[in-house]
């Protein structure tokens, strides 16, 4: 198991290395860009050069991508799905020059098309980028309005038509939020037999290890610090304890509210994984 947090590269690219060191993060999260725009520019050779000789004496690993909130490659409108196209081919650019090693995307919004529209669309914008090296991971969400990826039947239709050739990132908000109770051991184990069904659980690669403000089902996606939420302690000591969940990379996209909040949410699923034997003393 290892524990990481999203980290924010104000100062640089060069930075973040040090920043992950400082804080205990055995792999990180970042944004490439203002996750807010569509404006983007090329960052100089030299700057990603210097990450990848920082990241191959480093011990910290994965390195993790996420898109920017603008991109939706489930629209069927011709503006967005091009700027989106555009922008993803920019940042699959960026990611793979910097050797990082995933990739995690939001399925997007059919914006009133229709579930199957979207999921067509979601996997015909991704084919042309999933047999990189930086692997693209789908994340499930929370449900809110036409976005795709609330139910695991979703997300695997979309992996199908890649031919299988993306993982999962898994969102434990995201689930609470679109209506799996993981707080509940037993109802953990509904779910994954529900993917190991539709495509299995090998696909899942990584979890966000978010608690939720809102209730199970809202289909609302608020993050909370781990234990202050929704699925609680209990939740994520059933996901540390799981034989699957528990061997994977967790990385936080609990709120910043005050400086030490990140190192405190880690040292919290720290001290989970060193009591079930995931993380050795």
């Not at 999260?29 to 920082?54: D, T, Y």
């Not at 480093?58 to 490659?73: A, C, D, G, T």
């Not at 629209?75 to 967005?80: L, Q």
């Not at 209730?215 to 994520?236: M, Y």
């Amino acid at each position: 198991m290892k524990i990481g947090a999203h980290l924010l590269i104000g100062k640089g690219l060069n930075h973040v290395f040090e920043t992950a060191e400082r804080l205990g993060c055995d792999c990180f999260q970042v944004f490439l860009h203002n996750p807010r725009g569509w404006n983007r520019s090329f960052r100089e050779r030299s700057e990603i050069f210097s990450f990848r000789k920082a990241a191959k004496k480093s011990m910290i690993s994965p390195v993790v991508i996420h898109m920017q909130y603008l991109l939706n490659l489930a629209t069927s409108g011709k503006e967005i799905r091009l700027k989106s196209m555009r922008l993803l081919e920019h940042e699959m650019t960026e990611s793979e020059m910097m050797g990082a090693d995933y990739y995690i995307i939001h399925p997007g919004s059919h914006r009133g098309n229709g579930i199957e529209s979207g999921v067509n669309l979601v996997a015909e914008g991704l084919k042309p980028f999933c047999k990189g090296k930086t692997r693209i991971l789908l994340e499930n969400t929370a449900g809110q309005g036409d976005s795709i990826g609330r139910n695991w039947e979703e997300i695997g239709s979309i992996i199908d038509r890649l031919g299988g050739n993306a993982g999962i990132c898994f969102d434990t908000a995201h689930a609470y939020e679109s209506g799996y109770d993981i707080s509940n051991r037993i109802s953990l184990h509904a779910m994954k037999d529900e993917i190991e069904k539709r495509f299995g659980m090998g696909y899942i690669q990584l979890v966000h290890a978010n608690d939720s403000i809102t209730l199970k089902g809202s289909n609302v996606d608020r993050h909370q610090h781990i234990g202050e939420g929704c699925i609680g302690i209990k939740g994520f000591e059933n996901l540390v304890k799981d034989e699957w969940f528990g061997e994977l990379p967790f990385i936080i996209e609990t709120p910043k509210d005050n400086e030490g909040d990140d190192r405190r949410n880690m040292e919290i699923l720290r001290k989970l994984g060193e009591k079930h034997g995931k993380i050795r003393i």
